[in-house]
């Protein structure tokens, strides 16, 4: 719970926020109300990146599928390029 106060607390979305937990929007705002207890919020350097997990795994999907050619042709400095671009681009703060 206290990754989930202190997305709240940061702005992001509740669908975003119980996307990345598996839970109803409505769990969210449970715990935003303080119906479980208001435990500590967490370190805003511990919390998920900001932005739907959902986009956020297709377009890392994306550079993996990249790295794999790139392997495939024998490049694996390039493989290891795309995916480290990948990994920035996952841990990145979505704007929506």
């Avoid at 435990?39 to 297709?58: H, V």
């Avoid at 490049?75 to 990145?92: H, I, T």
Wanted: proline share 7%.
């Amino acid at each position: 719970m206290p990754a989930i106060f202190g997305m709240v607390a940061r702005g992001d979305k509740k669908h975003h926020i119980a996307a990345w937990y598996g839970e109803n929007p409505a769990r969210i705002a449970e715990i935003e109300d303080g119906v479980l207890g208001l435990p500590p919020m967490a370190a805003a350097n511990t919390l998920p990146p900001k932005g739907s997990p959902g986009l956020k795994g297709r377009k890392l999907r994306a550079f993996v599928e990249k790295a794999i050619a790139a392997l495939d042709a024998g490049d694996a400095a390039g493989a290891k390029q795309v995916l480290q671009d990948g990994l920035k681009k996952f841990e990145s703060h979505e704007a929506t």
